[in-house]
């Protein structure tokens, strides 16, 4: 099976089972993102203590790449610190905004969303939750 196949179906898997998604009543930090032009919706819950990010949650609507997105930067960020969750924030910004197509610059956990950045129209649906855990972390 190629490598792009592999990776459509880790994608497929966190749209279908998505992880740490659900209730953000007890979360410290909230911040939402929104796409108006194709109706995804993210609100981010950012679970800390002592400047560790001991969770991060979800919940909203949205395309498949949207939500799997949000699930796999739950899982890559939480256990970080504020300020290692703003450095991952950045990387993956630059990861999605460079035309070179290699994956060195890739953060462990999230290189299935290789798949997506060969389709320039996706990259916001990639990028929303990670936009809202950015302007989420900016609140602390």
């Not at 911040?31 to 981010?44: A, F, K, L, T, Y």
């Not at 949650?57 to 703003?86: D, I, P, Q, W, Y």
């Not at 610059?105 to 060969?118: M, N, P, Q, S, W």
Request: charged share 25%.
């Amino acid at each position: 099976m190629a490598a792009n196949e592999v990776y459509k179906e880790v994608l497929l898997d966190h749209f279908k089972h998505p992880r740490n998604r659900g209730d953000l009543s007890k979360a410290n930090f909230l911040q939402r993102g929104s796409n108006p032009r194709c109706g995804d919706d993210i609100e981010v819950g950012l679970f800390l203590q002592n400047g560790v990010l001991q969770q991060v949650k979800f919940r909203g609507r949205g395309c498949s790449v949207c939500l799997a997105s949000s699930s796999m930067m739950t899982e890559v960020v939480s256990g970080h610190s504020v300020n290692e969750a703003n450095r991952l924030c950045t990387q993956m910004e630059q990861w999605f905004e460079t035309k070179d197509s290699s994956q060195n610059d890739c953060i462990k956990g999230l290189e299935a969303l290789a798949a997506v950045r060969e389709h320039p129209a996706r990259h916001r649906c990639v990028m929303l939750p990670w936009k809202a855990l950015s302007d989420g972390l900016a609140k602390i």
